[in-house]
């Protein structure tokens, strides 16, 4: 199974912005209100700092998966358990834009149907996804979602102009101050993007060097797109409204009317946002089950595929019914110590062992 830079641009931009979308303008807009716009910027230019050291990581071992050369750098015992953290990210990903999605699609669309059975339907198309083609299939869905998803997202931010007041966004830093404004970065920047699922997908790319520009640039093209979103939901709906959205970028769809004529385009973008998370859920149950393969040794890492499918139903929609579980955007362990550990403590650790490692190999005669 080999992957294009061209896809791998798609598949992070796809996941990117389909995260984007949902939690992190809610919750910086909670915290630093007309100022959510600087905490998404600030957390995306952090995110692109994790993304590049996580590629110069996965440079130093082009030709492994992260489970493997998780294990040579921190040896078998201690990098089996570091790993797991990962598993857990991926996971607890998972359960969060599935009951989401599945939440919206209840909302939006079958008003009447059990939450359950739209989570059926849904773990069952990525479960046959994965199961009959892995990376191959969600690769190609992805370079044909992928043009269609990215241009629609941008043009809908500029079709409503008549409501658009940039006022709406002063006074700047005053109200909040930098603490709020940090506030806010720190809380949505773990749900932005994921830039750990490259440690697992680069193993997948045929040309390392074009996929590693690939990856950068889908990043960025999803923080763009993320400032953008949080300017425009101002400019639309101001501070106020903002931080009590859930779904911000779908409202703005809601409020589109150019000429009285041009409405409910919501219609066009409820199916764009299902396939989205369709690429989402798919890359993380393939990489989660392909590593899980390698971690325990089963060779069948689609029969994993299908366990953790069925294991991710049962979560979530106990997880519906327990509101300790559910609320678990503001859990402090989670964004104080777990995210940090993942996406900051980890990747440098395993780039500073890697350049000891090749700086030892050059300097051995």
Not at 60 to 75: A, W
Not at 82 to 106: D, R
Not at 181 to 208: H, Q, R
Not at 336 to 347: R, T
Request: glycine share 6%; proline share 4%; hydrophobic share 55%.
């Amino acid at each position: 199974m080999k992957v294009s830079s061209y896809q791998m641009f798609w598949m992070v931009s796809i996941s990117s912005i389909i995260v984007l979308s949902y939690l992190p303008l809610h919750l910086a807009a909670e915290q630093a209100r007309q100022d959510c716009w600087i905490s998404i910027l600030l957390g995306g230019l952090l995110m692109m700092g994790i993304t590049w050291v996580m590629l110069r990581v996965c440079m130093q071992n082009k030709e492994k998966t992260l489970v493997t050369f998780i294990k040579d750098l921190l040896g078998t015992f201690l990098g089996k358990i570091i790993v797991i953290v990962y598993f857990l990210l991926w996971f607890l990903q998972m359960s969060t834009i599935a009951k989401g999605n599945a939440e919206f699609v209840n909302l939006v669309l079958l008003h009447n149907t059990p939450t359950i059975i739209i989570l059926l339907f849904m773990l069952f198309l990525i479960s046959y996804a994965v199961y009959k083609g892995g990376i191959t299939t969600i690769s190609r869905c992805a370079e044909v979602i992928g043009p269609i998803f990215v241009f629609m997202l941008f043009l809908q931010l500029f079709l409503n102009p008549q409501d658009l007041d940039p006022t709406r966004i002063f006074p700047a830093y005053v109200d909040s101050g930098w603490l709020r404004i940090l506030k806010g970065t720190f809380y949505s920047y773990s749900y932005m993007v994921d830039p750990s699922i490259i440690l697992m997908l680069f193993f997948f790319a045929e040309n390392k060097q074009t996929a590693g520009r690939a990856i950068l640039w889908g990043t960025g093209i999803s923080m763009i797109w993320g400032v953008l979103a949080a300017l425009v939901l101002l400019f639309v709906a101001g501070p106020d409204i903002a931080s009590q959205l859930l779904v911000p970028v779908y409202s703005l769809t809601k409020l589109v009317s150019i000429l009285n004529f041009v409405q409910n385009i919501d219609a066009f973008y409820i199916p764009l946002w299902l396939f989205g998370a369709f690429i989402k859920l798919s890359i993380c149950l393939f990489i989660m089950s392909y590593g899980l393969s390698e971690w325990t040794g089963i060779k069948n890492w689609k029969y994993i595929a299908c366990s953790i499918a069925l294991i991710l139903l049962a979560f979530v929609v106990y997880s519906s019914y327990n509101i300790r579980i559910s609320y678990t955007l503001k859990n402090k362990f989670l964004i104080s110590v777990f995210y940090p550990l993942a996406y900051i403590a980890i990747p440098l650790l395993l780039w500073m062992i890697g350049s000891i490692k090749n700086r030892r190999k050059v300097s051995v005669p």
